[in-house]
């Protein structure tokens, strides 16, 4: 008889197994972040697949010892991850598999003690773990966020919430399952937290396939030239130039964005305008920045909210659509006008367009 927590294990392995197989076998030229995202649901699968045989009455002693091992594997591969799709070139150099030394020890130590060494302290050591990765996985996001905005105009490509969603759900992953280790020492029932960690780790494998599997093939990601060039805005070393200078540069500056209309390329990045401008691209940055209290993604889109604006006043013709004027003014996706333009104007495009009927 099969309990309600064995038809979760059933499930969690079953689609775990499919989604991981099929990532591997769909494309013959794999990115590295295809292959962490099939290792992490392969893991995933893998540890709910030993408990399922454990309950089972198979192998009982051998899966219970190894579980303790999993939760130093979670933080580095995640990771990881989130450097390939965040990275453009993202090289995985030697050094890194340092990052797995404390999963290694832990199954030598499985080894030596036969699954003796999976006590309390271990599981501390596990949530710490676990919960630092989350943390240097917030702080890479962060980065990436930072740099992008400082370097490129495509709005879309700073649509990474899915990965905070992923890194609450393993926070919360841990959290219950420190609820779940507490209520066990002081002898209450931890079924209900027990199914609880399971779903979550349902909906980790759900949202890193249909969310992380489409990101790790975009082209999209900072390279270290990006990085290093944001990181020295971020210095208070600023590059000297007089009032009647900037006051130049500025005019020299909206002259060209309203007379070449640069804004709608929508693969605009610093280097190109600075290179369309004759300014040097710090120097650009800084005037954008310092001037208009922006980063270049906001001044670009600033631009092109402006000019769909001009458009939805004066239309080309009566038939003309909200798809036709974003893609005109240099957005790429329905959804990230709509937010640029609300965010701008504090309505949607299709309440402001309503008024010039």
């Known amino acids: 008889m099969f309990s309600f927590t064995n038809v979760i294990h059933i499930i969690i392995i079953f689609q775990g197994t499919l989604l991981a197989i099929y990532i ?3 494309n013959n030229k794999k990115s590295k972040g295809d292959l962490l995202l099939a290792t992490i649901i392969g893991t ?4 709910v697949l030993g408990l399922f045989l454990a309950n089972r009455g198979i192998a009982s002693d051998f899966f219970q010892s190894v579980n303790c091992a999993y939760g130093f594997l979670y933080g580095p591969l995640l990771f990881f991850y989130i450097r390939c799709i965040t990275q453009k070139r993202f090289v995985f150099s030697k050094i890194y598999f340092l990052h797995f030394f404390p999963f290694l020890l832990i199954c030598l130590g499985i080894w030596l003690t036969n699954g003796n060494i999976c006590i309390p302290d271990i599981y501390i050591g596990y949530v710490v773990h676990v919960l630092f990765y989350i943390f240097l996985c917030f702080i890479q996001v962060r980065r990436y966020k930072q ?4 370097n490129y105009s495509q709005l879309e490509w700073l649509n990474v919430g899915w990965l905070h969603g992923v890194f609450v759900i393993f926070c919360l992953i841990v959290l219950t399952d420190i609820a779940q280790f507490i209520a066990f020492f002081l002898g209450y029932n931890t079924y209900l937290l027990e199914n609880a960690v399971f779903l979550l780790m349902l909906v980790t494998i ?3 396939y249909f969310y992380g599997f489409t990101s790790s093939r975009k082209p999209f990601g900072y390279s270290k030239e990006d990085l290093l060039f944001t990181t020295a805005l ?3 070393k600023r590059i000297n130039t007089t009032l009647e200078e900037n006051k130049q540069l500025i005019a020299k500056l909206e002259n060209h964005m309203l007379t070449h209309e640069s804004f709608k390329n929508y693969d605009l990045t610093i280097a190109a305008l600075a290179q369309e401008i004759d300014i040097p691209k710090r120097r650009l940055s800084e005037l954008i920045n310092d001037h208009y209290d922006q980063n270049f993604v906001d001044f670009i889109n600033t631009y092109r909210i402006n000019s769909a604006k001009e458009r939805f006043m004066s239309p080309k013709s009566r038939t003309e659509t909200i798809l036709e004027v974003l893609y005109e003014v240099g957005f790429n996706s329905k959804s990230s006008f709509n937010t640029a333009f609300k965010k701008k104007t504090g309505i949607t495009p ?3 367009k309503s008024k010039f009927k």
């Open 147 to 150: 740099v992008m905005k400082a």
């Open 206 to 208: 759900n949202l890193l």
């Open 44 to 47: 995933l699968t893998l540890q």
């Open 24 to 26: 591997l076998l769909s």
């Open 350 to 352: 299709s309440e402001f």
């Open 234 to 236: 971020t210095s208070r």
